[in-house]
């Protein structure tokens, strides 16, 4: 047995790569809350953007000085996107103290390269053996609780958008076979997990390179397989590509029901044409085009998007045809970042680049119209019986619990306090919504009369 510190930044797909390979190391697999307690340290770290660069870093750092002064010191691994960015030869010179690095454009190598750098240390350890992407062979070690679990479906991009570097980092577009996700999905949902969501960089790109495939993704083939899945009552889909919502799609999903929920998490990015042609967004140039596709199919859908602020040559005019847009479209979660030149994109080397005060200024007005709509979003809540699905205990509240409803996505949007009648972590009960607050909703769980 080996004993496990993990650490897992940025994105939930680098939480899906951790318990992969923590289940694929050929050997039983105990995770533990101190560093002074493993015979691992691992850290899968995030590269996407400078402040994640700047988090993994100290983080790393953070774990060397640890570790350093233990009397058994652990083996200490680092992964994932920050190593894909700035390669193992760079960083091994900065931070000599790491035994271990795993590069994501290797990812399938991961499981035995671990194993074999733990077996040089202990005895009864062996190499777990090169396994196919998605490690089809082993069992996921869970750390999300009873609730759920992320399900990633392929990794890389094939889009080249000019602000973004996860192209270079994560390589190209790679789908993960159907039958290793059915496979996957069904040891998840064996494990009590209710709820399943598919992730990807584009979720709607899946498929598109597998063998005998047109080069289009289609999820249909997928979703055909995991929507029928005994255990399973909730499917959502995250990360949706506008060009990718096309009617056949949104058809096939109105058509499916449940479990699928209508949540449609589209990263639009900006809502003005000139702006978007800046970034290279891989779609139509106006985004109200895909809203009411998917309103025209799913009248309440809950929408969730990100949008970038103060993207080069964004002027007023650009800022405010996008404030328009986020009024007249009612997102139910909004996430606004102002943009970031990253170092290596097309986009950090425009004219007309944003003054950092403007950005920023434009990113907290932004969120105060959004926080306005949300509120009353939630209030239109208050009354109504929903089924909630309980995530944990509160950490402060004894009895009280987080859960969510259908239109709320673990990690990234609101949650819903719920109490009461069995409200236990992986339940999904009937709850009444009794308050809103700006994001969040609170909720008494009792039987029907």
Known sequence: ???????????????????????ALGTPVHPVASMAEADVVLVNTCGFILPAVEESV??????????????????????????????????????????????NQSIETWPDLLARAVGGRMTGVTGAGTVAPGYAGGTRLLSTGPSYAWLKISDGCRHNCSFCTIPSIR???????????????RQLLGMGVRELILVAQDVTAWGGDLDGASGKG????????????????RLR?????????????????????????????VPLQHAHPDVLGRMGRPF????????????KHFPDAALRTSIIVGFPGETEEHYAALTDFVVETRFHHLGVFAYRAEEGTPAAAMPDQVDDKVKEWRRDALMEVQAEI???????YVGQRLPVLVDAPHDEWPGLHTGRTWFQA?????????????????????ADMVEARTYDLVALAEPED
């Open 374 to 380: 949300s509120e009353e979003i939630m209030e239109s």
């Open 284 to 295: 139509a140039r106006n985004p109200r085009v895909v809203v009411e596709r998917i309103r």
């Open 171 to 185: 390589g190209a577009h790679r789908s993960t076979p159907a039958a290793e996700l059915e496979r996957e999905a």
């Open 237 to 265: 889909l995250m990360y949706l590509y506008p060009a990718g919502l096309t009617d056949d799609l949104l058809s096939y999903l109105a058509a499916a029901g449940a479990p699928f929920v209508p949540y449609f998490d």
């Open 218 to 233: 289609d999820l249909r083939p997928l979703l055909d397989r995991l929507l029928p899945l005994a255990g399973l009552d």
């Open 1 to 23: 047995m080996i004993s496990v510190y993990s650490v897992s930044l940025g994105c939930p797909k680098n939480r899906v790569d951790t318990e992969r390979l923590l289940g």
């Open 58 to 103: 100290r983080t790393v750092v953070e774990a060397v000085d640890e570790i350093s002064g233990l009397a058994r010191r652990p083996l200490l691994a680092v992964a994932g996107c920050l190593v894909g960015r700035y390669g193992e030869r760079d960083l091994a010179a900065e931070l000599p103290e790491v035994d271990l690095w795993l590069p």
């Open 410 to 430: 673990p990690e990234i949007d609101g949650v819903t306090y719920v109490s009461g009648a069995g409200v236990v972590p992986g339940a999904l009960v009937e």
